[in-house]
């Protein structure tokens, strides 16, 4: 039986990467650092995805699988050693702390086994992936190990949409999607099977759509859905709004024809508004219970010149396409207070918030996108700027 070791037990990792993979035939090995579950998962072999919809619930029951602690390196070894597929999902920031263990684990492999190389699939949105991980696991390895021709890392692209969980750890939440955008150039030898696995070319094309149009779409409707419903909670509740649901429509048609100047060939225009429309609709997934806030938060990230909106405004304007729907997104997220249920603000986005409060509109735009960090030329800066404060000018209902 074909053996995919999963590193992170989390929210993507048991409803998503371990569900499909275990649907497939596969046998799934967990690696986690959460012991209670870990107990839970080799009591009993199994776990349940909750898949929740508009139309309803249904429950899939995920068998033949076992778990590793992440404290364990001689049996993580030994799992490696016997699978057929990795893959990690643990976070960016958690990666440099996993990679000496998955370097040793990735060798303790090849030792027994140097004719048939690991894929690694990293199921991470994660700009560079494979680039990243490969820097993270040079270092613990041999110098002569042959890494490029051994380790297959595979870029991917996360579309799946989970809600923060609650209760029984043997029982997870998701949304019915479950199509797993691979980089088909990142595998060694033949791409392994598994139905709900798209191998794709470019994957850079595929995780800009991610961020760019599903990013964000969901930053969208979270800033224009405060500004519409200071009381609302829900993030579905705010996209039933026809202003704001159309709001959020333009941003990301605009954001789909920066794509399809990017990326010529890759998307057919029509096929990048069928992917809005469909992301609009499961952004109305009330089931889910995503909120504003979370969606929301963490401004300090979300409108960085590198991030979801900046960075399509950056794009566009190296374009030279319109980029004025994208502009009234920064705008509105300059001013999003959205709460959690405690009535606090997100710590980051508070600390923030308070540093800009006595900013001039121009001040806030370079300091929020970051523009003397990230090197964005003089130039730009002001036309961006300038640019921003013009669509300010027409949208007084959005003062920050």
């Known amino acids: ?3 995919l070791v999963q590193w992170g037990a989390g929210n993507i990792g048991r409803s998503f990467i371990g569900q499909v993979f275990a649907r497939s035939g596969y046998a799934v090995v967990f690696i986690d650092i959460d012991a209670k579950l870990i107990d839970l998962l ?11 919809s508009q139309k309803g619930e249904t429950r899939l029951h995920i068998s033949g699988i076992r778990a590793v602690h992440g404290s364990e390196q001689q049996r993580i070894n030994e799992a490696a050693a016997s699978a057929d597929l990795l893959s990690v999902s643990v976070g960016k920031p958690v990666l440099p702390k996993i990679a000496p263990q998955m370097a040793e684990a990735v060798l303790y492999r090849y030792q027994r086994r140097p004719n048939d190389p690991l894929n690694i699939i990293i199921a991470e949105n994660l700009h560079g992936g494979a680039q990243f991980l490969e ?3 040079v270092p613990h390895l041999p110098e002569d190990f042959p890494f490029t021709n051994y380790v297959g890392l595979v870029e991917t692209s996360i579309g799946k949409m989970v809600p923060i969980q609650t209760g029984d750890p043997l029982e997870v939440a998701s949304e019915p999607y479950n199509t797993l955008i691979v980089d088909q150039n990142g595998f060694i030898g033949k791409i392994p099977e598994c139905e709900f696995m798209q191998p794709v070319s470019p994957i850079e094309a595929y995780v800009e759509r991610k961020l760019f149009i599903h990013n964000l779409g969901h930053a969208a409707a979270s800033y224009y859905g405060f500004q519409a419903h200071r009381d609302a909670s829900l993030l579905a509740e705010v996209v039933e709004d026809d202003d704001v649901r159309d709001a959020t429509r333009r941003a990301m048609e605009q954001a789909a024809d920066i794509l399809a100047a990017r990326h010529p060939g890759v ?3 029509d096929a990048l508004s069928e992917h809005i429309e469909d992301l609009l609709y499961r952004f109305q997934n009330r089931a889910l219970g995503d909120t504003i806030y979370r969606i929301g938060r963490d401004l300090k990230r979300k409108l960085r010149y590198d991030d979801r909106v900046m960075g399509a405004v950056i794009a566009a304007e190296e374009l030279g396409l319109p980029w004025d729907e994208l502009g009234k997104v920064f705008i509105a997220g300059l001013s999003f207070k959205a709460a959690d249920p405690g009535g606090n603000l997100y710590p980051d ?4 918030l308070k540093e800009m409060s006595d900013m001039a509109l121009e001040e ?3 300091f929020a996108a970051g523009f003397d ?3 964005i030329a003089i130039d730009m800066q002001q036309r961006i700027v300038s640019e921003i404060q013009r669509i300010s000018d027409s949208m007084p209902h959005f003062c920050c």
């Open 267 to 269: 998307f057919a225009r």
């Open 364 to 366: 806030k735009i370079r």
């Open 373 to 375: 960090e990230g090197g």
């Open 42 to 52: 080799n009591k009993g072999g199994w776990y349940d995805v909750l898949v929740i």
């Open 135 to 137: 820097k993270l696991l």
């Open 349 to 352: 986005d508070e600390a923030l």
């Open 1 to 3: 039986m074909r053996q």
